[in-house]
């Protein structure tokens, strides 16, 4: 899946952190999410991001609920979200141990003519891996589940990834026609299970850094 919902920044300005939620467990129930007891996301499924919700730094006692059910508890979880911060905060793992994984995305000067880039390897029974274009040349190598890469530049344009094994050199996934615009910062998720449902694939959501003002 690929998202780039591109927006107007001049109504998201003079707010201390923005945060969404992924949600990344496979065989997991849509969810709905709470922060400090306050419903947030509501049937949230496997693969999908919140809106950028606006907070103020500080803690954050996050729950994860089975949707529609608050007797179904997944997930309780304590969390700080830092001053004019942005995050993607993932739920990872299986749905017998879920994890919060809070991923900054960092702000950073845009090179005209470019667009940013970076992987983070989400999926939990997936080896490390490196990550590709067509034509052999390698963006990253050796990320480890859990491990987010840095951003790195790259031209705009339409890409096909691959992620290869960095083990043994098997490719385990092919990632066609990904077009992808200048001046942006985007992150590329591997989620799901290889040799498994839901299958091995890819999210590329455009990253909050690319427009969220402080």
């Not at 969404?20 to 999908?48: E, H, Q, S």
């Amino acid at each position: 899946m690929f998202f780039d919902p591109y927006i107007n920044s001049s109504r998201l300005t003079s707010v201390v952190s923005y945060a969404r939620i992924f949600t990344a467990v496979p065989k997991a129930p849509a969810v709905d999410v709470y922060l400090n007891n306050k419903i947030v996301a509501r049937n949230l499924r496997f693969g999908n991001f919140t809106e950028y919700l606006s907070l103020e730094s500080g803690n954050y006692q996050v729950q994860i609920f089975a949707a529609g059910n608050r007797n179904n508890l997944l997930l309780k979880e304590n969390l700080y979200v830092s001053p004019s911060s942005i995050y993607t905060i993932a739920a990872i793992g299986y749905i017998s141990k879920i994890e919060l994984l809070p991923i900054l995305e960092p702000k950073g000067p845009v090179i005209p003519g470019k667009f940013f880039i970076r992987f983070g390897h989400l999926s939990p029974n997936s080896p490390s891996v490196d990550l590709t274009l067509n034509d052999g040349r390698k963006l990253f190598t050796n990320v480890a589940y859990k491990k987010i890469t840095g951003y790195i530049p790259l031209s705009p344009g339409t890409y096909n990834f691959k992620l290869f094994a960095s083990s043994t050199g098997d490719l385990v996934l092919n990632i066609p026609n990904i077009n992808l615009i200048g001046n942006r910062f985007y992150s590329i998720y591997a989620i799901g299970l290889l040799g498994d449902n839901p299958p091995l694939q890819v999210v590329i959501p455009l990253d909050g850094n690319s427009y969220l003002k402080f």
